[in-house]
Structures are given as structure tokens and as C-alpha cells.
């Protein structure tokens, strides 16, 4: 599944200890897979800093996320026949979107921990905010490349009223340069054309009979106005074209605006886990092949995706502090629920190991009809503990 659940608890003996508890319950009943999910030591400052935090990581989140999902968009439309592997383009740090988010490692270069928390989510709110002017005004070009390129399209398709005849008609079918004779073109129906072939010759000179049925298309076959139509269509195709395919603006290698990085993880039960991940450099390599709106869209997605899951990171720690107060003392673990129809007794798993964390709203919510061994599950939407949701099947 594509679904996340970020969840946080005190970090206490008994919490650490329900942590492990939840932990064997949701292993042994294969509800999902669990990851410790590690946040740094930030700068607390006062809790009217964090409440004020705490509502502004709200609308950020809602933002970050939208705006990758408008850019996942963006890679679809720009990739257009090979739709289908749009989603090998989706990637964070070079790894898929999955892996980067189970092997999550804060990135200290980019946001010190050690800044103040205001600091941190001011940089993270103006990244995002500039990748997504730029988003509107490159998607903005595209468009009006494609609207350039559709509008020359429709005046090669279509029916004979309305299409250009410059690839249908040649020079040879014209009189042209004569003080006395004009070449007229006449769209006549299929239907009608042996009728056509036995009356033309007896029409009027200044009259065309049954004019009704058949029409004179107004058309005068000019060399330079065709051969620049052809080639106005041969550019804004190769224009449209190299947006994906073709590399016309290229990164210099070992720019410092993509730094190395890499990600590790540490799993619950499992610390010997490999890492996985690639860095920007070598990504960087493997993308020269490709055009400059894909590239930007590439290397941008996994920015502004890499800092959602940072913001996430942050609203973790801000709701923890908040809920759990001071000293900082709690984990944060990421659970990947296996299967969409486990969620809900997972939830019910939660809310009973953690119930003690509320207990008199716990109390009240209980249903013994939900039994696990040892455990009295809840039927309801309840969390007594600090959640936050990570979907990715939108992105699929």
C-alpha cells in the first residue's frame, strides 16, 4: 500500500514498552510494517511559538502536498504517450517515493536542527513557494506551446471546409500569374461527383449552378505563406518534443544546488536493514538524456516531496511537545499498514495499547466485541496518541 501512518508516544519505560507491544501484535498479525522514524533534537522555544507552529505546519502541509501532486500531474501531461512511466520519474532523492519515506533520515545540511523551529519552517515555506512560481510559469510556456501547436493541428485535420489544403494540392493544379484564368476549388460530396463530372463544364463563366449543393473554397496557393506553415509545425513540434526528450538545457555537474545525500533507516526488531539511495550527482548523470521541463519537473518533485516529509518531521515534533509537554522525551514510529482492509483494525490495536495516554476519552469508546488476545480493541476514529497520515496513491 501507499499508505503511511506517522504516530508518536511519551518516551517512557511504559510507552517504549507498549511501542514494543504494539509492535509484536502488529507483526504477528500482519497488520503492518514498522519503522522507527527518526526526528532530531530541535530548539523547543516557548509554547506560544509552538501553537503558532502548529497551526501554520497545518496549512504548510496542505500546500506541500498539493503542490507535488501538481507537479506528478505536470509529469503525466508532459510525458503524454509514454504516460506509463511517468511514475519512474517520481522520485526523492533518487530512490522511489516508498523507500525514501521508510528510510527517512532529517537532512541537516539543508535545515540545521539547531536553528530555531520558526527558522526551519520559514526556509522550508519559501522553498516551496518558489518552486511552485516557477511551476506556474513553466507550465504556463507549455501550454501555450501546446495551444500554439493544437491550433496549427486543427487546420491540418478535419473536413475540407475547414482544413488547410496546402499538403492535399500542388502547384501543377494551379493557373497562377494570368490576366484572364483563376483555378477555383469546388468540395463536392462523394455521393455527388458523377454528377459533378458530367455538369462543370457546361457552368457559367461568372455563375456556378447549384451552388447550393457545392461550395468554392477560397484558397490561393502561395509557396512562402505554405513552407512557412510547415516549418512554423516542424518547430512547435520539436519544441513540444524536447520539453521530455531531449536535453536542451543541461546541469552542470557537481552544482551546488543539488549537494550529495543519502538516506538510511533503522526498523523496528530489524536495525541490521541496508540503506538505500542515490546521489544527486549520479541522478544528475543519468538525466542528461532528457528535456528541460521533465528535468526540472524531476529534480523540483523531489525537492518539494523531500521537504512534505520534513514537514511532517516538524509537525510530529510540535504536536508531541505540545500533547506530552517538557522534557522532550517521545518516538515517533511509521507504520505501512499491508493492506487497505487491516486499517481499521489496526487503528483499533492502537487505540488499545495507547489508551492509557486518554484515558477517560478511551473509556468511553471501548467495544469488547473487537477481541485480540490480551487486547480490548475500539471501533472508532480515535487517537489518543500523535497521528499524522501519509498518502501516496494519489501519486500512482
Not at 76 to 88: H, L, R
Not at 297 to 318: M, Q
Amino acid at each position: 500500500m501507499s499508505e503511511f501512518w506517522l504516530i508518536s508516544a511519551p518516551g517512557d519505560r511504559e510507552n517504549l514498552q507498549a511501542l514494543e507491544r504494539m509492535n509484536t501484535v502488529t507483526s504477528k498479525s500482519n497488520l503492518s510494517y514498522n519503522t522507527k522514524f527518526a526526528i532530531p533534537d530541535f530548539k523547543v522555544g516557548t509554547l506560544d511559538s509552538l501553537v503558532g507552529l502548529s497551526d501554520e505546519l497545518g496549512k504548510l502541509d496542505t500546500f506541500a502536498e498539493s503542490l507535488i501532486r501538481r507537479m506528478a500531474q505536470s509529469v503525466v501531461e508532459v510525458m503524454e504517450d509514454s504516460k506509463g512511466k511517468a511514475q519512474e520519474h517520481l522520485l526523492a532523492n533518487g530512490v522511489d517515493l516508498t523507500s525514501f519515506v521508510t528510510h527517512f533520515e532529517w537532512d541537516m545540511a539543508k535545515y540545521p536542527a539547531k536553528q530555531p523551529l520558526v527558522s526551519v519552517v520559514d526556509t522550508i515555506a519559501k522553498q516551496l513557494a518558489q518552486i511552485e512560481t516557477d511551476l506556474k510559469s513553466r507550465t504556463a510556456a507549455y501550454n501555450t506551446l501546446k495551444t500554439n501547436l493544437e491550433n496549427l493541428e486543427k487546420k491540418s485535420m478535419g473536413n475540407l471546409f475547414t482544413r488547410t489544403l496546402s499538403d492535399i494540392v500542388s502547384k501543377e493544379d494551379f493557373v497562377l500569374d494570368s490576366e484572364y484564368l483563376v483555378t477555383l476549388l469546388v468540395i463536392v460530396p462523394k455521393p455527388n461527383y458523377s454528377q459533378w463530372q458530367k455538369t462543370y463544364e457546361s457552368l457559367s463563366d461568372m455563375v456556378v449552378p447549384r451552388s447550393t449543393k457545392f461550395t468554392v473554397r477560397e484558397f490561393y496557393y502561395d509557396e512562402k505563406e505554405i513552407k512557412r506553415e510547415r516549418e512554423e509545425m516542424a518547430r512547435l513540434l520539436s519544441d513540444k518534443k524536447q520539453q521530455y526528450q531531449t536535453s536542451c538545457v543541461a546541469l552542470k555537474k557537481g552544482s551546488s544546488t543539488f549537494p550529495d545525500h543519502k538516506v538510511k533507516v533503522t526498523p523496528l526488531g530489524n536495525p541490521d536493514r541496508p540503506a538505500a539511495g542515490q546521489s544527486d550527482r549520479e541522478r544528475e548523470s543519468e538525466g542528461e538524456g532528457e528535456g528541460p521541463l521533465l528535468r526540472w519537473l524531476k529534480v523540483n518533485f523531489s525537492e518539494a516531496f523531500i521537504a512534505w516529509i520534513h514537514i511532517k518531521a516538524l509537525r510530529v515534533f510540535v504536536e508531541s511537545v505540545l500533547r506530552y509537554g517538557l522534557p522532550v522525551n517521545f518516538q515517533a514510529v511509521l507504520l505501512q499498514p499491508h493492506k487497505k482492509s487491516s486499517a481499521k483494525r489496526l487503528r483499533e490495536v492502537l487505540n488499545s495499547v495507547f489508551r492509557h495516554l486518554d484515558e477517560v476519552a478511551a473509556t468511553s469508546i471501548l467495544d469488547a466485541s473487537v477481541e485480540i488476545p490480551g487486547l480490548q480493541l475500539s471501533n472508532q476514529d480515535y487517537f489518543p496518541y500523535v497521528y499524522f497520515h501519509i498518502d501516496l496513491s494519489l501519486l500512482d
